[in-house]
């Protein structure tokens, strides 16, 4: 009763209101939040910091900033659901919000995908080594069946193209990556498209700080090369995975282009199918299939594994 009503009391101002609004399209930060609403800085601070402990909002620092975004457990996620239906989307100050976040989405949109040209070069040189995506993405949605679940971490995101691909089965979806320009790219382009159920954070492949058994499906889509530690990495993957859940590893068959350590940064050069099935074994994973898709130099297989126990 106590939780419930500090959240309703939470709730219950026009700014605070306006931010459960702003957050319900996509996790923001305070200087984003501050220029949106055009109040300083404290006061929308203050505002945050209750709203948090509320159990309404939830906070994460990234290098320098800070988001915030709606909490998705507790009471404060339920009453979240309650209350940004009942929003009345055609006030005067939410339309003005809504107009401000499209601009600020924009403007994120394009510097990152400044980046992402800059970088893009290289990523192509690859990509012309091996099937297209195209026919990687399809076998990865026939292996999993098309089938609706509840949680999916995308280990890597990149650009956060595991995320679009799984968005529509997937109730919640979160991207990891350790480069904040990645993150950068994939915030854009899920902003764009309006992916309002993936979110994508700050994370490492060998820490996840996710909730045991928590995650129905598990991807890493073109990362398990640059591991240090690949089996460290499927060791975290298996304890987060929840049972009957899978693990969907996609990378290169064993290789010879030393190129991509030298100039890609590649630890390994590819993976041979029975490596990656006794890795999954050895964390208590069974491995339910292996495709192999040719047409290029590089061989790209697909490993999927499933916790039954
Ligand atoms: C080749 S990209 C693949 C991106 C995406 N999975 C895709 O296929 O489009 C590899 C990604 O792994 C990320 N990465 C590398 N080491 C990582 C680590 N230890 N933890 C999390 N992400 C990592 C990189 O920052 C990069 O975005």
């Known amino acids: 009763m106590d939780q419930l009503l500090s959240a309703l009391r939470a709730a219950a101002e026009t700014t605070r209101l306006r931010i459960l609004a702003l957050l319900s399209k996509g996790e923001l930060t305070v200087g984003e939040l501050v220029s949106i609403l055009d109040q300083s800085q404290p006061r929308v601070s203050r505002h945050l910091k209750l709203m948090c402990d509320a159990g309404l909002l939830a906070r994460f620092q990234e290098g320098t900033q800070v988001f915030y975004r709606l909490e998705d457990e507790g009471v404060g996620a339920n009453l979240?659901?309650?209350?940004?239906?009942?929003?009345?989307?055609?006030?005067?100050?939410?339309?003005?919000?809504?107009?401000?976040?499209?601009?600020?989405?924009?403007?994120?949109?394009?510097?990152?995908?400044?980046?992402?040209?800059?970088?893009?070069?290289?990523?192509?040189?690859?990509?012309?080594?091996?099937?297209?995506?195209?026919?990687?993405?399809?076998?990865?949605?026939?292996?999993?069946?098309?089938?609706?679940?509840?949680?999916?971490?995308?280990?890597?995101?990149?650009?956060?193209?595991?995320?679009?691909?799984?968005?529509?089965?997937?109730?919640?979806?979160?991207?990891?990556?350790?480069?904040?320009?990645?993150?950068?790219?994939?915030?854009?382009?899920?902003?764009?498209?309006?992916?309002?159920?993936?979110?994508?954070?700050?994370?490492?492949?060998?820490?996840?700080?996710?909730?045991?058994?928590?995650?129905?499906?598990?991807?890493?889509?073109?990362?398990?090369?640059?591991?240090?530690?690949?089996?460290?990495?499927?060791?975290?993957?298996?304890?987060?995975?929840?049972?009957?859940?899978?693990?969907?590893?996609?990378?290169?068959?064993?290789?010879?282009?030393?190129?991509?350590r030298s100039e890609h940064a590649h630890r390994r050069l590819g993976f041979a199918e029975d490596e990656i099935i006794h890795l999954g074994a050895s964390h208590g994973l069974d491995c339910s299939a292996v495709k192999h898709l040719d047409g290029g130099k590089l061989r790209v297989t697909i490993w999927q594994f499933k916790k039954t126990a």
């Open 80 to 260: 979240n659901a309650s209350l940004v239906p009942l929003l009345p989307e055609q006030d005067m100050n939410f339309l003005h919000d809504l107009r401000a976040l499209a601009g600020i989405r924009q403007d994120r949109f394009e510097k990152a995908q400044g980046y992402f040209r800059e970088n893009a070069q290289s990523w192509d040189e690859i990509r012309s080594l091996h099937v297209s995506e195209e026919q990687v993405e399809t076998a990865l949605l026939e292996m999993q069946g098309r089938q609706k679940f509840n949680r999916m971490l995308d280990i890597g995101t990149g650009t956060g193209r595991m995320l679009d691909l799984f968005a529509p089965y997937a109730s919640q979806a979160v991207g990891i990556d350790i480069s904040r320009e990645m993150l950068s790219v994939a915030r854009g382009n899920l902003a764009k498209k309006d992916l309002t159920n993936c979110q994508v954070r700050m994370g490492d492949m060998y820490k996840l700080g996710v909730e045991p058994e928590s995650q129905d499906l598990i991807l890493f889509h073109q990362v398990m090369h640059f591991a240090d530690d690949p089996s460290k990495a499927v060791a975290e993957a298996a304890k987060a995975l929840s049972v009957g859940g899978a693990l969907l590893i996609v990378d290169f068959a064993p290789h010879a282009e030393e190129f991509m």
